[in-house]
């Protein structure tokens, strides 16, 4: 069965979109924890991408389940639901953080500072966050059998195996450091899964 090349092109373009933001997240994230950054704007340039990221995800995986042969592989639609779950989950807690919390803190609001922040130990938004990101390296790791290129989805596996580094963190925020390993691996799997799309696209 042929795939439509206009169905690559929307994977390849919003895998792109994917890569980009995590990226655009992850230095903000280095510079935050290096000292560079202060707040707001650090917040605001780690909290804005990531809002972003979650649509640019799930898009993502649409685009790769509509290109699989044969067509409605429950490994990709699995993949499909499971990013579903994560951008839910975090798109509430960004858009909490950008339009109430950091406007609070600027005000001197030390209320809604205590609970609704996000992502420090012991909040119970970040128990929400880490439950969003565990659910998006799932989605990885669901999708990669589906996968054909080899690099691809290595690379995809590779970013499902940080899951239990990231929901294990709610009880010990030590794993963070293995966590963090989801700034090289996500965007590596996303720029291959473009590079995918864009050869498959291209005939």
């Known amino acids: 069965m042929a795939i439509p090349s206009e169905?690559?092109?929307?994977g390849y373009w919003w895998a792109l979109a994917a890569l980009v933001f995590s990226l655009a997240y992850g230095v903000p994230q280095i510079l935050q924890v290096a000292g560079i950054l202060a707040f707001p704007l650090d917040e605001i340039l780690i909290f804005a991408p990531s809002l972003a990221l979650a649509p640019?995800?799930?898009?993502?995986?649409?685009g790769l389940h509509a290109t699989r042969v044969p067509a409605g592989d429950p490994r990709t639609l699995g993949a499909l639901g499971l990013a579903i779950m994560y951008?839910?989950?975090?798109?509430?807690v960004y858009a909490i953080q950008l339009s109430a919390v950091i406007?609070?803190?600027l005000a001197g609001d030390?209320?809604?500072?205590?609970?609704?922040?996000?992502?420090?130990k012991g909040q119970p938004l970040t128990a929400v966050d880490l439950t969003g990101y565990t659910l998006m390296s799932l989605a990885?790791?669901?999708a990669a059998p589906a996968i054909r290129e080899r690099s691809t989805r290595l690379a995809m596996i590779a970013n499902?195996?940080?899951?239990?580094?990231?929901?294990l963190q709610t009880a010990w925020p030590g794993l963070i450091w293995i966590g963090a390993l989801w700034l090289v691996t996500f965007p590596l799997a996303m720029g291959l899964l473009a590079r995918d799309q864009r050869r498959l696209a291209s005939g």
């Open 7 to 10: 169905y690559a092109r929307f």
């Open 160 to 167: 499902g195996l940080i899951a239990p580094f990231l929901i």
């Open 56 to 62: 640019s995800f799930v898009l993502a995986m649409a």
């Open 140 to 142: 990885t790791l669901v």
């Open 87 to 92: 951008a839910t989950l975090v798109s509430s």
């Open 103 to 105: 406007p609070g803190k």
């Open 110 to 120: 030390s209320l809604i500072a205590t609970l609704f922040s996000c992502c420090g």
